[in-house]
């Protein structure tokens, strides 16, 4: 069954009016058409929507049963034409970009999520959470997936991705014969958190926590950012301990994997599992599109992600 939404919204002018002329007036058509339009919508439908008395107009229980998804249904053409008129405004893309240090199996379906988006949009990725925080708030992109270490109030977010920490270490080192490991038991060790570095205020957060803990002894692997097979190298022949997320099927996952490294995870209880969520300028909410709203579609595009 096909509906027309013009017919649609003269329903709900109709509804909201209780009176054929004062309907029409507001439509800016005579009475006539819009009763004809009404009982072709009823025809279509299979049953009045009005009962029609000489000095008063009601609904039906079919009418009331069908406003509610009416207003709704017309809510959503309208939101339709805010994001084609906006789209159409500027001809540029909603551009989205992402820190590089997101376990890799995510952004591969970001990137497909945003592919399927129903306006154009562009994926990068980004560099650093601080870059594409900075990215986010000059303008150069209207969405983010960054980590969620401290709120920042320049920028609004939705988690999308909660991912168990983890340990990296070689295959026979005393912590690889367990699945899982308490945070302090990593005390007496040389830990690594150079993944955290491009980001200043995340590897200082992530510093704190770990004092907390009484893990003080943080040790440099690698000289510039990057280098991830540098710091694989670096924990296999120094024996260091590398803090990661537990995502296994990601690049870094596979490349602390047997037969030379171990991923083992952390205990929740004393280490909160880090987020990861689909950022927007807080001044740059308003859209069209809105970025909560292709935030949200994301989400639902990706579904519930929790490793670990």
């Known amino acids: 069954m096909e509906i027309d939404f013009t017919r649609l919204k003269y329903f709900v002018a109709v509804a ?7 309907a029409a007036d507001r439509l800016r058509i005579t009475p006539p058409p819009l009763s004809k339009q009404i009982k072709l919508l009823e025809r279509e439908l299979g049953g009045p929507l009005f009962e029609r008395h000489y000095h008063e107009v009601r609904l039906t229980p079919l009418g009331q049963a069908l406003l509610g998804p009416a207003r709704a249904i017309l809510r959503q053409v ?4 805010d994001i084609a008129a906006g789209v159409l405004e500027d001809g540029t893309p909603i551009r989205i970009g992402a820190t590089a240090y997101a376990p890799s199996d995510l952004l591969e379906d970001l990137e497909t999520a ?3 988006l129903a306006v154009p949009a562009t994926f990068e990725v980004a560099g650093s959470a601080a870059e594409v925080t900075a990215k986010l708030v000059s303008g150069h992109l209207e969405l983010g997936l960054i980590h969620l270490a401290v709120e920042d109030p320049r920028l609004r977010a939705r988690t999308v991705a909660e991912y168990q920490g983890a340990i990296a270490v070689r295959a026979d080192d005393p912590l690889a014969c367990r699945d899982l490991v308490h945070i302090e038991e990593l005390r007496d060790r040389e830990v690594v958190i150079d993944f955290a570095r491009p980001n200043p205020l995340i590897l200082a957060t992530l ?14 692997a690698v000289s510039g950012r990057g280098g991830e097979l540098e710091m694989a190298a670096q924990v296999f022949n120094r024996r260091l301990v590398a803090l990661v997320t537990y995502a296994p099927a990601s690049f870094i996952g596979r490349m602390f994997s047997p037969p030379e490294f171990k991923l083992v995870r952390i205990d929740e209880d004393g280490w909160e599992p880090s987020r990861l969520a689909l950022a927007w300028a807080a001044d740059r909410a308003a859209g069209p599109p809105r970025p909560a709203d292709l935030a949200e579609e994301l989400s639902e595009k990706l579904g519930p992600i929790r490793r670990g």
């Open 16 to 22: 909201d009016e209780l009176h054929f002329k004062r």
């Open 114 to 116: 945003v592919g399927g």
């Open 78 to 81: 309208e939101g339709l034409r």
């Open 207 to 220: 510093t704190r926590r770990l004092a907390k803990r009484g893990i003080r002894t943080i040790v440099r």
